[in-house]
């Protein structure tokens, strides 16, 4: 089975008073790169997801972003900044000895709403259950993106293969516009030179030469066969699935190679016709190629 590229996967837990956030978003890329956006406290588990992540990835950048919160009573504390309160009544005190004029309605309520009146201290958290319940998230988040991956995958390849029908029956019509090519040209060059001169006259090795060079120059025998040679291999890769995009990536380029020796050599319209449609199914091919893994 093939894999995209590009996919999503999330995964959202309520366990235990803490809630855990997963998000992983994939797009294609030349290596495997792994960027994580997380809450300090899970930085000490940073190689253990890297590890879970090329379990599931061999290719592509990959973007993490884990959150959490805790609802537990137990994993926070909070605790008067006394030393800024002290500061802070002095300032007040200050101003009512300057300003007597102003109304006094300072209250507790808004003392505490100061900046920094009241600190939020987060205790430390049971590294072992934390970890275990993140890492369960990140594990069902990489499924889920796993799962999209590979049914985007297949509908590379249902695409694909559809293209690659095409390119055989375009391949076909051109082995069958070059069977006649030297014969056609033989009628046509006796038909031109007669015209204008008597073709007893003619040195007729002199025309058997002229013949021999333009099909040297036109053949595109050993081309096709490498052509169809490459559309066998580009198929059977395809049909293996795995890690294959590198290997495509390469035979398109090889497939690219051998029409645009095939178009250079065209002596006929029918076969550069063929020629562009078959560079226009190969672009294609490649663009879509350049998402697999």
Same mark, same amino acid.
């Given at each position: ?6 996919? =999503?996967?999330? #995964?959202?837990?309520?366990? +235990?008073?803490?809630? =855990? ?29 890297? +590890?879970? @992540?090329?379990?599931?990835? #061999? *290719?592509?950048?990959? %973007? ?11 994993? =926070? ?18 101003? *009512?000895? +300057?300003? /007597? ?8 309520? !808004? ?15 049971? @590294?072992? !259950? &934390? ?5 369960? #998230? ?7 993106? %796993? ?23 375009? &391949? ?48 595109? !025998? ?8 490459? $559309? ?10 795995? /890690? ?6 390469? $035979? &398109? ?13 065209? !002596? ?6 063929? &020629? ?14 350049? +998402?697999?893994?």
């Amino acid at each position: 089975m093939i894999k995209s590229m590009t996919g =999503y996967g999330g #995964c959202k837990r309520i366990i +235990n008073e803490r809630e =855990y956030s997963v998000d992983i978003r994939s797009v294609n890329h030349r290596y495997l790169e792994i960027n994580l956006k997380m809450p300090k406290e899970f930085i000490k588990f940073e190689n253990e997801i890297k +590890n879970m @992540v090329s379990q599931y990835i #061999c *290719r592509g950048k990959v %973007d993490i972003y884990i959150n959490f919160k805790s609802f537990s009573e137990k994993d =926070y504390r909070i605790i008067p900044n006394i030393g800024i309160m002290k500061q802070y009544l002095e300032a007040i005190s200050m101003i *009512r000895e +300057n300003f /007597s004029e102003i109304q006094d309605d300072f209250s507790l309520s !808004t003392f505490i709403k100061l900046p920094d009146a009241l600190v939020i201290e987060t205790e430390e958290l049971d @590294v072992s !259950t &934390v970890k275990s319940e993140l890492l369960d #998230c990140v594990e069902e988040a990489l499924q889920n993106l %796993d799962k999209m991956r590979k049914t985007e995958g297949e509908n590379l390849k249902k695409d694909i293969l559809m293209r690659l029908e095409n390119i055989k029956a375009l &391949v076909s019509k051109i082995e069958e516009y070059s069977k006649d090519l030297v014969e056609n040209y033989r009628e046509k060059l006796y038909k031109r030179v007669s015209e204008y001169f008597d073709l007893k006259n003619i040195d007729e090795n002199r025309l058997m030469l002229e013949i021999t060079l333009f099909a040297d120059k036109s053949d595109i !025998t050993e081309e096709l066969v490498r052509l169809k040679s490459h $559309i066998s291999q580009f198929t059977e890769c395809l049909e293996a699935g795995g /890690s294959i995009g590198k290997k495509l990536d390469f $035979i &398109v380029q090889e497939m690219n190679r051998e029409t645009n020796t095939i178009g250079a050599k065209a !002596t006929i319209f029918e076969i550069s016709q063929c &020629v562009v449609s078959l560079k226009d199914e190969l672009e294609k091919i490649r663009e879509q190629v350049q +998402n697999i893994e």
